[in-house]
T-cell receptor, first 116, second 114 residues
Framework: AQSVTQPDIHITVSEGASLELRCNYS??????LFWYVQSPGQGLQLLLK??????LVQGIKGFEAEFKRSQSSFNLRKPSVHWSDAAEYFC??????????????FGKGTHLIIQP | ETGVTQTPRHLVMGMTNKKSLKCEQH?????MYWYKQSAKKPLELMFV???????ENNSVPSRFSPECPNSSHLFLHLHTLQPEDSALYLC?????????????FGPGTRLTVL
């Protein structure tokens, strides 16, 4: 079965500093990969997604992610974080069943704290 | 209304109550999902509906009963719940024919079982 690992439970970054959140997946083929963000008391908002093609994908709010097949990774990056980026970030895998409607498999999330 | 909406946003119920969670998507999608988000655990897929037919049920206890009357609405009927069922319940939708598996989530219902 597919799985998603986010090795960092918490990350603290100073405002204005760069950010990288790690995500590794376990699946035989190239899955569909997603990053979502969840603010306190809110649902999940899609940041970006990867299906095929260019391995560097751009998302909303200045985020980007790079797919590296050799490392089974899909790390999320941002060059300069803002206090409003403080939230929970989830990496997810989908499309593995081959069916049209397919549930996503999520990592446990990384809690991002921004220091002033 | 836009996107995916869920009502109520908060619900407190006793173990013997019966209640329902409602989800509505305004995106023209044809697949809908229920997820459970508990503290310190990954989001768990509960149910998948495609074209109003249930296509997946991830071994969810029978005290949770989903209903999808049309492609825009999804319900989760609750009865005889346990305190460990307290969680954030998230609804999502996607367009199955798009082949992108991209799901859009509602804000969730925070459920507390006393």
């Amino acid at each position: 079965a597919q799985s998603v690992t986010q090795p960092d439970i918490h990350i603290t970054v100073s405002e204005g500093a760069s950010l990288e959140l790690r995500c590794n997946y376990s699946y035989g083929a190239t899955p569909y990969l997603f990053w979502y963000v969840q603010s306190p008391g809110q649902g999940l908002q899609l940041l970006l997604k990867y299906f095929s093609g260019d391995t560097l994908v751009q998302g909303i709010k200045g985020f980007e992610a790079e797919f590296k097949r050799s490392q089974s990774s899909f790390n999320l990056r941002k060059p300069s974080v803002h206090w409003s980026d403080a939230a929970e970030y989830f990496c997810a895998v989908g499309g593995v069943s081959g069916g049209g409607a397919d549930g996503l498999t999520f990592g446990k999330g990384t809690h991002l704290i921004i220091q002033p | 209304e836009t996107g995916v909406t869920q009502t109520p946003r908060h619900l407190v119920m006793g173990m013997t109550n019966k209640k329902s969670l409602k989800c509505e998507q305004h995106l023209g999608h044809n697949a809908m999902y229920w997820y459970k988000q508990s503290a310190k655990k990954p989001l768990e897929l509960m149910f998948v509906y495609s074209l109003e037919e249930r296509v997946e049920n991830n071994s969810v206890p029978s005290r949770f009963s989903p209903e999808c009357p049309n492609s825009s609405h999804l319900f989760l009927h609750l009865h005889t719940l346990q305190p460990e069922d307290s969680a954030l319940y998230l609804c999502a939708s996607s367009q199955e024919s798009s082949g992108t598996y991209t799901q859009y989530f509602g804000p969730g219902t925070r459920l507390t079982v006393l």
